[in-house]
């Protein structure tokens, strides 16, 4: 019988508890037992309660519930190969051989790692004499399958990443508050979201509020010169009969010469302007909350996908990370995914914009 451990790490999202329950119920469906790996890596390291066999019951109402119930944590002593070491050794003590992890860039990363250290891992052990051949017999391969959970929607080769729509949901439900308050008072809001590499909250939420004015850090605005466009702008929207001034504040924005630009930097020139103007950093309130529909839809799909990957795999093929691309469901090798993404941050950080987006769009061709 197949034993599947299944993780959420990194940073939490919405969507994470579907994702699990999704991959209890397709593996226990599929004929596998599937093991809830609790506080993300750090699980795998210290074993024993940490590592439960779920039953189809134990997942009961994940559907609904933000955040992610089997935890979440950063795991120093994963970082590490005497961890990985332990991780190895709590696995195969307990007959798992495969690992589906939820989670960012730095956890998929992570699982890949361990995957490709295994066998020399599986040697050490029993070398050390802590395993015996027979022992580590069955458990030549690890397999690894990735799901995206992230807010931010930051992976590439995907759409969407699971919890990006849900926290997209709660900022424009927060800027219509803000929203409401501004344009009684006539004043201006600062609102900043979360995003540090990625721009997507923040470009998508303008979008949805009509917000006045963005920073991104992909789209950086050229330094000394933003603040006189940001007040044409404003002005010009309140020279139409505009009440409000909202502008939205990635927690990641630059300018063109890499400078942080800070809500509060954006505040000082609209107060010059002459506007009553307010910060508001959205914080925590865009990570809690239930996952919207479609955040659920993609989880779900997304975590009976990875099982059958899982089923599917043999050691030749890449380790999978399970994307959404044009409304499929799709395989993409983890390993490109992530160098990806990175080369996009790589791109931004040497000011080369232009080759920024364009790794962006390119992300998204099959
Ligand atoms: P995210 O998955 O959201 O990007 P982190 O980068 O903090 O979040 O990664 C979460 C955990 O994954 C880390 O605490 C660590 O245990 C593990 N991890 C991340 N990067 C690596 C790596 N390069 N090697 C081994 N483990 C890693």
Redo the contacts with the bound molecule.
């Keep these: 019988k197949k034993k599947i451990g299944v993780m959420t ?3 939490d999202a919405p969507g994470m508890n579907p994702a699990v329950r999704a991959v209890v119920r397709a593996g226990i469906f599929l004929g596998c037992d599937v093991f809830a790996v609790y506080e ?3 699980g795998l390291v210290q074993g024993g309660d940490l590592l439960k066999k779920m039953e189809w019951g134990d997942v009961r109402s994940f559907l609904s519930l933000g955040g992610t119930n089997i935890g979440t ?7 590490e190969r005497a961890g ?1 070491l332990v991780a190895a050794h709590n696995m195969i003590l307990n007959g798992i051989d495969a690992l589906i992890v939820c ?8 699982a890949d ?2 995957r490709s250290e295994w066998p020399s891992l599986i040697e050490e052990l029993v070398s050390t004499g802590k395993l015996t051949k027979e022992e580590v017999a069955p458990y030549k391969h690890l397999t690894i399958v990735g799901l995206v ?2 807010i931010d929607n930051d992976m590439s080769s995907t759409d969407a990443t699971i919890g990006a729509y849900s926290s997209l949901e709660r900022i424009t439900e927060m800027v219509d508050y803000i929203d409401a308050t501004a344009t009684s008072h006539s004043r201006a809001f600062v609102v900043e979201v979360m995003g540090r590499h990625c721009g997507w909250l923040g470009l998508m939420s303008g979008i949805a509020t009509g917000a006045d004015f963005i920073f991104i850090p992909e789209r950086p605005p050229k330094a000394g010169e933003w603040q006189q466009e940001l007040k044409d702008v404003c002005s010009r929207h309140r020279a139409k009969g505009r009440r409000k001034t909202t502008v939205i504040v990635a927690e990641g924005a630059i300018d063109s010469e890499l400078n942080p630009i800070s809500s509060e930097e954006v505040k000082n020139v609209l107060v010059e302007l002459g506007l009553d103007t307010r910060i508001t950093t959205l914080g925590h309130v865009q990570r809690g909350g239930t996952a919207v529909a479609y955040d659920r839809m993609l989880a779900t799909l997304q975590g009976v996908d990875a099982v059958r990957a899982v089923l599917e795999s043999t050691p030749d093929i890449p380790s999978p990370m399970i994307g959404v691309l044009e409304n499929k469901i799709v395989r993409k090798p983890l390993v490109e995914a992530v160098k990806l993404t990175k080369s996009v941050a790589d791109a931004i950080e040497s000011k080369d914009f232009d080759k920024a987006m364009a790794l962006r769009d390119s992300s998204f061709e099959e």
């Excluded at 944590?73 to 994963?78: E, N, Q, S, V």
């Excluded at 989670?103 to 992570?110: K, P, R, V």
Aim: aromatic share 12%; glycine share 30%; charged share 20%.
């Design positions: 790490s990194g940073g993300g890596y750090e944590a950063r795991c120093a002593a994963f970082r990985r989670g960012g860039d730095g956890s998929l990363t992570g790692l361990f959970g992230s």
